[in-house]
Structure formats: C-alpha cells, structure tokens
C-alpha cells in the first residue's frame, strides 16, 4: 500500500488552513501530524480518510499496483477520532457490527468482532447500550472498529483522549503492531505519541 498527497492545500471560506502539504507513505511507515490548536491536523486527517475535499492538490491511494478510488477508500482505511460518531442506543457489540457492514468489500472472518472486543477490553460490556459507557470506553470502542477490518492505513487523531494506563498500552501495542506491516498515520498535539512515529509534517509554521 502506498499513500501520496500531493500539494494538498486546505481553504474554509477562502481563509488558509495550510498550503502545500505533500508526503508520502508505504507500508511499514508512520507518519505524525503536529501543530497548534487550530493548525488543521483534523482537517487534514479528513482530507486523508476522503471525508473533506481538498481546494488544491491530489491524494492517491495505490494498493497492489491498483489505484483505488472513491468509497473503496474507506475499505482499507481505519480512523480513531473525536468526531466519528456512534450509536447511543445500540449495544457496543452492536455499534461494531453496524459500523463494520457500512465497509463493504471485506467479510469479517468468524469471531473477529469478538476477538477485537476482547483486545480493546470491552468483551464483559459489549452488550450494554453506548450510552452506559464512559469516554474511554467509547474511545476503546473506535479502536475496535479502526481495526476489525486490518486496515493498509490506520489513523489516529487524538489517539489517547480519556484512556488510562491500561487504555494507553493498548493503543502503543496496536501502533507497533500496525507499524510492522502497514501505514499509521497520528494526529497529536503530545509530542511523546509524535515518537511514535518515523516522519513528521508540523502545520502552522507557515504564518
Ligand atoms: N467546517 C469548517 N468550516 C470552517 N472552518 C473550519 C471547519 N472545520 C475546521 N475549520 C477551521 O480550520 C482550522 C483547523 O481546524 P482543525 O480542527 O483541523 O485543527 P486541529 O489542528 O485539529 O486543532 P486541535 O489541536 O484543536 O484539534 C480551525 O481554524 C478551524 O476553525
Ligand atoms: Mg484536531
């Protein structure tokens, strides 16, 4: 897998968010995102998952020599964020399972949803609604459903918001897991989880 962005520049109503951001990323390669509050770090997460458009520049997603294009881009990616939203009145269980039938290309293999309840610890509350969980179970839950698929790219914006110490050595045991084959890319203003990473873009150093 790989991942290009090319001259990516970001406008909202004409005001510049960031210019001319370019990388690019292969397999087994991690990428941070820093910069201050407001410096575009989640609009360019979005941009990356095909969530927002940029105002200039291209993005490629490249996978076993195919470019892959439009909602198969969702397919092969894995987003952990403060603004994806889920289902209150759903069970955890059934959060994952509605979430991951949206992605349509892959079937999860038999016990994967269970599996990935068990490794995110929430496998003795999976069956109680959302909203009896606490943040950081919630935040517990977007990793499940980041990685039930085994994403080519997972990406992590804010990636440890409301988690313990337990929480924590959950998501550094999935950062190395997913650094050893794939693309991982974090947003983060904590420049201990910016180490985590091999590259670096800081945003907001232009003005
Ligand atoms: N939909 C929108 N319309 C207009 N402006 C927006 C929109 N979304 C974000 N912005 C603006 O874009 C800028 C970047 O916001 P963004 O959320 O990407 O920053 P961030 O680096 O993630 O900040 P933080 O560290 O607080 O999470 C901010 O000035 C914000 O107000
Ligand atoms: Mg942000």
């Known amino acids: 897998m790989t991942l290009a962005l090319n001259g990516v520049t970001k406008e909202f109503n004409r005001r510049s968010i960031f210019r001319d951001v370019s990388f690019s990323l292969g397999s087994g390669e991690s ?3 820093t910069g201050r509050n407001g410096s575009g770090k989640s609009t360019l997460v979005k941009i990356v998952c095909g969530l927002l458009s940029p105002t200039r520049g291209t993005i490629e997603y490249v996978h076993d020599g195919k470019m892959i294009e439009g909602e198969d881009v969702r397919n092969h990616i894995g987003l952990v964020s403060p603004y994806l939203q889920l289902y209150d009145e759903f069970s ?3 959060n994952l399972e509605l979430l991951s039938a949206i992605r349509s290309d892959r079937t999860l293999e038999d016990g994967r949803i269970d599996e990935v309840l068990n490794d995110v610890g929430l496998w003795e509350r999976r069956k109680d609604l959302l909203r009896t969980y606490s943040s950081g179970m919630k935040q517990r839950l977007k990793y499940a459903f980041a990685v039930v698929h085994r994403p080519d790219i997972l990406i992590l ?3 440890t918001s409301n988690l313990d110490k337990d929480g924590i050595e959950m998501v550094t045991r999935r950062v190395r897991e997913q650094q050893k084959s794939a693309i991982l890319i974090v947003a983060t203003n904590d420049a201990d989880e910016a ?3 091999s590259k670096k873009v800081e945003l907001g150093t232009h003005r």
């Open 92 to 94: 955890g269980m059934e």
């Open 195 to 197: 180490t985590w990473c």
């Open 31 to 33: 990428l941070a995102i």
């Open 157 to 159: 914006d804010e990636p």
